[in-house]
């Protein structure tokens, strides 16, 4: 059975309550120590930074594979055929498994983190 994936906030009642991702869509899968975010960041002008965190884990290693253009009309074609490809990203994680990542604009991003 997989883990319930969710995002809470503190609401002005000091409470905790459903939070969504702060303008990104996205969704995660588990598999073994493998954790799967994909995540789309639909806004067309600003980067959205967020911290990921895995509750009862680590993050030991991430890898980015992002598919984005500064053309938000960019697309492939039978004349373009790689008029958008996606490009690897090296992601540093932080001391204690913190992963601070910023998901560029008009973007959809797949992170692989593996945690312990």
Known sequence: M???VGFTRIDAQKKEAPASFWG?????????KTVTLTAVNPDAKN?????INIGGARIA??????LSSTDIH???TF????GLVPQDEAITVGNGGKLVYKFAPASVTRLT???V
């Open 2 to 4: 997989s883990p319930k």
């Open 79 to 82: 004349v373009n055929p790689n």
């Open 113 to 115: 983190l593996q945690i």
């Open 61 to 66: 290693s991430a890898h980015a594979r992002v």
């Open 24 to 32: 990104l869509g996205g969704s995660a899968s588990i598999n073994g």
């Open 74 to 76: 960019a697309r492939n």
């Open 47 to 51: 980067a959205r930074e967020t911290e």
